[in-house]
């Protein structure tokens, strides 16, 4: 038998880029958060993220396999990511059950029941956030106090995130200033860091940045989205605090605190539920910038990142829609007959 | 206390006449008059929005009915394939006409180039679609007729009556079939055709569309029609017609004497729901392209068969066993 | 813009070219694996029987001419044009016409065709075989084109639009630039590049001609900077030749394409469905300049053409001279021999190529290269969900949606393809080259193309 030909369409070439790669691509961005977090929640943080990727390979192979009937996905990185996502999410201290429940909403509610990878309108992780927050508020809001494993196990005492503390001041009565509050809100170096309160993963800055900077040159997300959101949350928070910086924080404040990054960069560059091309993506970032100053200031969240990105996310067929990439030989506005 | 009921009373009720009396002379400045009986005629429609006849739904076809009914007093040219005469009936009831009986059709797949008659020389990949690989290339067998195998008649059917035999990697036909025409049309090398449903399902037909010579198309494929023209002898009818090295029997014209088949060299014509032949000793050419049950419930005698090969088309190798 | 992404830059010495020009929207930058560059040509052996189809151009098939058992000459016609778009065929070789029948061809399906069994070589004495460069272009304008006509040019970059067509631009247009296309986008071929280091002043020649037969001032020659030995020879040669220039360009898939090419050199934008001379363009491939050349200066009809033969594990990648009807076994041969797992034969490159058959395929007009891959190589991955990471939408050069236009044909939603410009698509295979999730979109698009034309010039007949 002479050799048997292979025919099928051009092109025969394909780059080495597979969804596996960038998948576990993110991983590795999500490293240094994951070194940060173990170093100030401690075993907890590690028992956190081991519980939340457990669930969410275990949710998405059962529903993958008995539900769906489909090939298993699990190997396509896609529910690690999401489980790490999740861990980073929730404050070290959450109860085993509830992040269970957590990775079932992610993966069984957000993911799976659209029909799987690619096909969810909303971000999984964020709707599994929203979804704790609002069923076990207490929990999802009772922050450990970060103590650097270097200093040994010490109790863990629990406190506010710097912007609940922010919002319990300033909507208190009679309300305080900034300047009152000063004292009980951390230093810039610490939220830079990651030596304060709040979900796991979102508390330092610079491992965040750094876990950006490697997805951008290894070209997994693109500017777009991290830069206008940033800028809006800086330009829009910080017309605020020119007006009366006694009653609104400024800009560097709203940038360093909460999940303002983690989303950034993390959440909002997903790329199943961001807009396709550079314009739309400058418009999503924008509107989540927008909305998440606007639910921090008069919300009655002291956080507003996942609300705004998810908000957002309903959007992004429209955005998709309106915003096509400039086609070749064809000048904006004029039809051609 | 007291005014503001009043108030709120007052106000809705006016808003609400106002409201009523503009949607009054809305409706009737905009009604459009539609004949009942389109309504009527649609509810006796099969209601499969196949566009089996020509229109782009059944309402389309209940509005050109009746129309035509009442400007030329007939229903020629309009038929529901799906329905059939019995539902051509309810409509020609419904609108006061006469309708001609017209032969129930069925479609055929005129290929049997499955994977052991035409075995692959090349292997095909990419897009799961005839169309697509029928503008690629020439087929996997080698056979630039034959069937691609990829199933674009399947996507097409919305009855459920056509499906992929995986042994032969050639569609079959089942009962379900509604002569509809969605397949005809989506099958990009013209192998499926709609035919006379024939007596007790008995049909004639040539399985094979290649026009090679007869050379070219035997090195394909095994079962190819070469155009020897030996039943266009042998049939008294005139019903076979030889083009381009490729035999066709006109179904209008077929008596189905069957002695097509007995001549036919390499076994191109075919022959589907008949009694096993007495004369020959094994000759299992005789298949039911039915299901199981109804084959063997109305034929006996061909219940071995059928229960063979419950609702495909035998297979290629039992056919050369014999 | 994500336009950027995923592009690798290798570094070429661009210092001395100036600035490098390329095209703005998408683009890719595979591998590009010239293994056979330094190969010079080789001049192939006759073969013993030519396969000449009839159908070797754009457009309508060519209509024979001689009937079995006629003794043919080298250079006499075999086949005149068929239509307006169509091209004459002459025989390649010498030789008694053992039939005229079915024979396969690139596509995969027999055509009709003319087979010669080969006797000897004899030329027709009007066809001038010296090499001697001749440089004097006595005839006009019309007398070039009836010329280039009669010698049965095609466009030799592959897509083999009859080239005479292409210069005589509609009434009302004026063309104000030729442009040479000397780019050779596509990875693995080499022929272009071959033949302007060792023909390069028979492609001026070619070049001046086609200038007057188009009455233009202007030429560009483009030339990516993965060839600098090539930009080199013909910016040297083109120093004393009046309004030729040569014109380095950066490395970008698939800058050979027309409408990619004039952006590239002269930063203008064919309108979407129209022809480069709506904005006063020619494009010719630097293959063409040549037969051109030879067609007008040496009374010489396309009969043969450089074809590389290469690929990862062919022991002699090479360039060759072969007659048109070689079938491309031959040239496997010459290149010492079939790798012994090779999976896929590709005529052409890679991204655009098409898988052949059968080694009995013959050499044709637009045949520029044949790539034998590996069976590792010649398989596509499995196919897996979109996870809309876009890069499609951003390495597509003509700035359309891939993944959307894909999904609207598979379901049939060819309306919505007709909108979202689907027929603007050159096929040029980015998008499903860097797709991550190995969707076979070109394949769909492909599909989309055709009904979408075909629905179209149904629309055009009522």
Aim: glycine share 10%; net charge positive; with cysteine.
């Amino acid at each position: 038998m002479m050799n048997m030909f292979t025919v099928s369409g051009s092109p025969h070439i394909h780059a080495s880029e597979s969804s596996k790669k960038i998948m576990y691509g993110v991983v590795i961005a999500m490293v240094p958060a994951m070194l940060v977090s173990v170093y100030f929640f401690g075993l907890d943080a590690l028992r956190v993220l081991l519980l939340s990727v457990v669930a969410c390979l275990f949710f998405e192979w059962l529903i993958q396999k008995y539900l769906i009937k489909g090939q298993l996905t699990i190997n396509d990185g896609s529910a690690l990511v999401t489980g790490i996502l999740l861990a980073f999410n929730v404050p070290s201290n959450l109860p085993g059950w509830m992040i269970i429940v957590g990775a079932l909403v992610a993966i069984g509610m957000a993911k799976m029941s659209f029909g799987g990878l690619g096909k969810n309108v909303f971000n999984p992780v964020l709707v599994a956030r929203v979804f704790l927050l609002i069923s076990f508020p207490v929990q999802m809001t009772s922050w450990p106090k970060p103590s650097p494993i270097t200093k040994g196990f010490v109790d863990a005492s629990t406190g506010a995130t710097p912007l609940g503390i922010l919002k319990e001041g300033l909507g208190a009565d009679p309300p305080k200033t900034i300047s009152e509050l000063a004292p009980k809100l951390p230093g810039y170096m610490q939220t830079f860091t990651g030596d304060v309160g709040g979900s796991m993963g979102e508390v330092s800055a610079i491992a965040l940045i750094l876990g950006g900077l490697y997805m951008l040159y290894k070209k997994i997300i693109t500017w777009e989205i991290p830069v206008s959101m940033l800028l809006t949350v800086a330009v829009f928070s910080g017309i605020f605090w020119g007006i009366n910086p006694e009653q609104y924080a400024d800009p560097l404040f709203h940038l360093l605190t909460g999940g303002m990054l983690l989303g950034a960069i993390f959440m909002a560059t997903d790329m199943v539920t961001s807009p396709m091309t550079s314009g739309g993506q400058l418009v999503f970032g924008t509107g989540v910038g927008l909305l998440t100053i606007l639910i921090r200031i008069w919300g009655a969240y002291p956080e507003g990142v996942s609300f705004a990105i998810l908000l957002m996310n309903a959007v992004v067929p429209l955005i998709n829609r309106g915003f096509k990439p400039r086609r070749f030989g064809i000048k904006p506005g004029v039809e051609i007959a | 206390m007291n005014n503001i009921v009043i108030i709120a009373i007052a106000a809705l009720g006016s808003l609400g006449l106002v409201a009523a009396v503009i949607l009054y002379f809305v409706a009737s400045k905009f009604k459009v008059y539609e004949d009942p009986k389109i309504d009527e005629v649609e509810e006796a429609l099969p209601a499969a929005n196949c566009g089996g006849c020509g229109f782009p739904g059944c309402r389309a076809f209940a509005e050109a009915t009746t129309s035509s009914a009442k400007k030329n007093k007939s229903l020629e040219g309009l038929n529901c394939p799906v329905g059939g005469n019995d539902v051509m009936q309810t409509v020609g009831n419904i609108l006061g006409l006469e309708v001609e009986m017209t032969e129930p059709l069925i479609a055929v797949v005129r290929c049997n180039g499955s994977l052991a008659n035409t075995p692959a020389k090349v292997k095909y990949e990419g897009a799961t679609s005839c169309a697509f690989a029928h503008a690629l290339y020439g087929g996997e067998g080698g056979c630039q007729y034959g069937c691609l195998g990829l199933g674009d008649c399947v996507d097409a059917c919305d009855f459920d009556a056509i499906h992929m035999n995986p042994d032969t990697g050639l569609p079959v036909v089942n009962n379900k079939c509604t002569a509809c025409g969605a397949c005809v049309e989506a099958c990009p090398r013209d192998i499926i055709e709609l035919r006379k449903k024939g007596p007790k399902d008995r049909r004639i037909f040539v399985s094979c569309v290649n026009k090679e010579k007869g050379a070219p198309a035997k090195k394909n494929c095994s079962v190819a029609c070469i155009g020897c023209t030996k039943c266009d002898k042998v049939c008294k009818f005139d019903a076979i017609t030889i083009d381009s090295f490729l035999a066709y029997i006109d179904f209008s014209k077929c008596t189905l004497c069957r002695k097509c088949v007995e001549v036919c060299p390499t076994e191109a014509i075919w022959e589907v729901n008949f009694k096993p032949r007495k004369a020959k000793p094994v000759q299992p050419k005789t298949t039911a392209e039915t299901s199981a049950e109804k084959a063997s419930a109305r034929k006996p005698a061909t219940k071995k068969v059928s229960a063979e090969k419950a609702d495909a088309r035998p297979a290629p190798e039992k056919k050369n066993e014999a | 813009m994500p336009a950027r992404h995923l592009k690798r830059r290798t570094k070429h010495n661009s210092g001395k070219m100036g600035i490098l020009k390329t095209f703005a929207l998408g683009g890719i930058h595979p591998e590009e694996n010239k293994l056979s560059s330094d190969a010079p040509i080789e001049r192939l052996a006759l073969p013993g029987q030519a396969i000449v189809p009839l159908g070797q151009n754009l457009g309508v098939p060519s209509k024979p001419v001689v009937k079995r058992g006629d003794l043919v000459k080298v250079g006499q016609l075999l086949a005149e044009t068929g239509g307006f778009i169509s091209a004459n065929i002459h025989a390649p070789v010498s030789g008694k016409v053992a039939k005229i029948d079915n024979v396969i061809d690139g596509t995969g399906y027999k055509r009709p065709g003319v087979i010669i069994e080969v006797d000897g070589d004899e030329w027709l004495d009007e066809i001038d075989r010296s090499d001697e460069l001749n440089t004097e272009i006595s005839l006009d304008g019309k007398e070039i084109i009836d010329k280039i006509k009669t010698a049965g040019l095609v466009g030799m970059g592959g897509a083999t639009f009859p080239t005479y067509v292409k210069l005589m631009p509609p009434p009302g247009k004026k063309a104000e630039y030729l442009i040479i296309n000397g780019v050779e986008c596509e990875p693995y071929l080499t022929s272009d590049h071959r033949l302007m280091l060792e023909k390069g002043p028979e492609i001026l020649v070619g070049t001046r001609i086609l200038m007057k037969a188009l009455n233009v001032e202007k030429a560009v020659i483009g030339i990516e900077n993965n060839k600098p030995d090539a930009i080199n020879h013909m910016q040297e040669l083109a120093k004393s030749l009046d309004g030729i220039t040569v014109q380095p360009l950066k490395v970008q898939y698939p800058q050979g394409g027309e409408k990619q090419l004039i952006k590239a050199v002269l930063n203008r934008e064919v309108p979407s469905g129209k022809l480069p001379i709506e904005v006063g363009c020619v494009v010719q491939n630097v293959g063409t300049a040549f037969a051109v050349y030879e067609a007008v200066q040496k009374n010489k009809p396309l009969i043969e053409r450089v074809v590389t033969v290469t690929g990862m594990a062919v022991k002699k990648p090479s360039n060759f001279l072969a007659r048109i009807g070689t079938p491309i076994g031959q040239l496997i041969e010459a290149a010492e021999g079939l790798p012994e797992d090779t999976g896929k034969i590709i005529g052409g490159g890679p991204m655009m190529g098409k898988a052949l058959t059968s080694l009995e395929v013959p050499v044709v007009k637009g045949s520029s290269g044949i790539l034998l891959m590996k069976k590792e190589e010649a398989s596509r991955k499995p196919e897996g969900p979109c996870i809309r990471c876009a890069r499609c939408t951003s390495v597509c050069p003509m700035g359309l949606e891939p993944f959307l236009l894909s999904r609207v044909s598979k379901l049939g939603k060819f309306d919505m393809a007709e909108n979202e410009k689907i027929m603007d698509c050159i096929e040029c295979g980015s998008c499903q080259y860097t797709c991550p999730a190995s969707i076979p979109l070109l394949d769909y698009l492909r599909l989309g193309k055709n009904k979408v034309g075909a629905i179209m010039r149904s629309r055009g007949r009522n």
